[in-house]
Every structure is written in structure tokens, then in C-alpha cells.
């Protein structure tokens, strides 16, 4: 057993010291109250169990954002990833949304993916915020680099803020080389697009303890019908 544990720990990569993410909440457009927290470790299952039905819609690239999320949880929670966060948005406890990403030294970030169960009230855009906000406010971070997999993470990310282009660089994600938030970006994009305010009531943080699935028929129905949504 200890030539096995000494075997998997020369396979983990080195971690820095990654302060958490403070759960906030957000009001959304539908009045309801969106916690947003981090996802430790042992939670992950239940967010690959959500992802898995998805790994068959194709709709606004449904298919390869689960496929590379499901991969990248799945890395994470075997500790063969670097300095990868996990954060999950959760309406009375019902997983709405989740998003990724990596540091990749102490000045940089690495956005991953953004992925939205419960549409047409902006989560994604508020989980992607949330997202820069811990690189940015809590890591101490100068810059991000992003990609966007869909059309509708382009006008999200790329338009929204604005992001600059950084096309010496190549994405960790492949695909088109990298966009760049700075730090500056960022400050002048937060009074527009980051919400939600700390500290979190013991009530809503309570709600928010365990994640629940909404069921499988219920995500596929909500992430293919006609309303437009962000992933």
C-alpha cells in the first residue's frame, strides 16, 4: 500500500495555495435566489451525473462543452489537474449551472467552461462573472485567458465585456487561440455584469449545502426547448 501512495503522489501535480471562493448570492430575473459557491471534491459525481444526458444534445454545442466538462471534473476530482475550482450556482438546492477553470501561475487564469442547466435567466453569464471575479478579486490574478465554444459564448464573453485578443497564445482548449480579460477589463465590465452580494444568509446557505439534481428528462427539456439560453 505505501509504494501505491507513494506511486500516486509523484502523479498529482503541485498545488498552490488557492484561496476559496465566498458564496454570494444573486437575485434573478425570475425573482428566485441563486446561491453560487464552490464545489468540493467529493460533490463532484452529482455534477458528472448531471452532465452526462447532455453528452448527446447538440444543440449550442451542448455535446462537447459536457464531453470536455465531464473530462475536466472528472481530472479534477483525480487530482490530474493543476490548481482547478469548481463552482456550482443552486436555486433552493437545484443545480442551475456550473463553471471551470485552472490558475495557471500566480498572475494568470485559465477559464474552462461554463455550463447552464436552468436557462433564459442569465446563469451562465452570472456563473461566468463569478468565475472572473475569484481569478481577478480573490486569487489576486492580473489576467484570464478564454476561449468560447458556441456562438452564444462569444457574444457573452468576447462582446459583453470586451475581451482583447491574445492569438500568441494558444488556449489550453485548442480550437481558436486565446482571449484575454485583464484585470482592468474586468473593473470597468463589473458594475455592468457581476451581481450578487455576500454575506449569505444561514438560511439560503443552508439550502444550498446539498446539491440537487433536477432530474434528467427535466435538464435535457430545459437545455433543447425554445428559449435561449447561454452555455
Given at each position: ?140 490574478q492580473e489576467e484570464v ?39 482592468e477589463t474586468y473593473y ?44
Open positions: 500500500m505505501a509504494k501505491i501512495s507513494e506511486l500516486e503522489a509523484s502523479l498529482r501535480p503541485p498545488a498552490m495555495d488557492m484561496p476559496p471562493y465566498p458564496p454570494k448570492v444573486i437575485t434573478l430575473a425570475s425573482g428566485e435566489k441563486m446561491v453560487v459557491r464552490q464545489v468540493e471534491r467529493e460533490e463532484i459525481p452529482t455534477l458528472l451525473e448531471a452532465i452526462y444526458p447532455l453528452l448527446w444534445v447538440e444543440r449550442d454545442f451542448y455535446d462537447i462543452v459536457g464531453a470536455r466538462l465531464f473530462g475536466e471534473l472528472l481530472a479534477y476530482k483525480r487530482y490530474r489537474v493543476k490548481d482547478e475550482y469548481v463552482l456550482a450556482g443552486l436555486i433552493d438546492g437545484v443545480l442551475a449551472g456550473m463553471v471551470n477553470g485552472r490558475l495557471v501561475d500566480e498572475k494568470t487564469g485559465m477559464s474552462y467552461h461554463t455550463l447552464t442547466i436552468r436557462r433564459g435567466l442569465r446563469v451562465g453569464s452570472h456563473l461566468f462573472a463569478a468565475k472572473m471575479e475569484y481569478h481577478i478579486e480573490h486569487c489576486g485567458l478564454i476561449v468560447a465554444e458556441s456562438p452564444i459564448g462569444f457574444r457573452r464573453w468576447m462582446i459583453e465585456y470586451p475581451l482583447e485578443k491574445r492569438f500568441e497564445v494558444q488556449h489550453e482548449l485548442g480550437g481558436v487561440p486565446s482571449w484575454v480579460l485583464p484585470k470597468n465590465a463589473k458594475p455592468r455584469l457581476v451581481s450578487g452580494t455576500r454575506p449569505v444568509s444561514e438560511e439560503l446557505l443552508k439550502s444550498a449545502e446539498t446539491i440537487v439534481l433536477p432530474g434528467e428528462e427535466t435538464v435535457v427539456r430545459q437545455v433543447a426547448g425554445e428559449k435561449e439560453g447561454e452555455t
